[in-house]
């Protein structure tokens, strides 16, 4: 069974930082491309960041670019989001998930999905 999970999520101050694991089962991270994505109460999906397994390319939204890092540890078969400098806006439930390995991580069809952990960045 093909299987995300995500942890590393928290409570942190605005200029703290947090690292999110994303942990596969079932299948092998390095034949995959692998995104972050966030859902905030009333605002829209947004893919925060990617990475290909093809060759190794990323991608940062604009609102992260800078302040976030995205990589792979193929022997542990887990992806991390190194988030620094967070913000209040960055508060959102952040999910992982996993498509074809393929050269362009921003179009992928991502159909496996982790449950998602909890970031909040408040005072």
């Known amino acids: 069974q093909l299987q995300l999970v995500e942890s590393g999520g928290g409570h942190v101050q605005p200029g703290g930082s947090l690292r999110l694991s994303c942990a596969a089962s079932?299948?092998?991270?390095?034949?995959?491309?692998i995104g972050w994505f966030r859902q905030a109460p009333g605002k829209e999906h947004e893919g925060v960041s990617c990475?290909?397994?093809?060759?190794?390319?990323?991608y940062y939204a604009d609102s992260v670019k800078g302040r976030f890092t995205i990589s792979s540890d193929n022997a542990k078969n887990t992806v991390y989001l190194q988030m620094n400098s967070l913000k209040p806006e960055d508060t959102a439930v952040y999910s992982c998930?996993?498509?074809?390995?393929?050269?362009?991580?921003?179009?992928?069809?991502?159909?496996?999905w982790g449950q998602g952990t909890q970031v909040t960045v408040a005072s």
């Open positions: 990475i290909s397994s093809s060759d190794g390319s990323t």
């Open positions: 998930a996993a498509a074809r390995s393929g050269s362009n991580c921003r179009g992928s069809p991502y159909a496996t």
């Open positions: 079932g299948f092998t991270l390095a034949y995959a491309n």
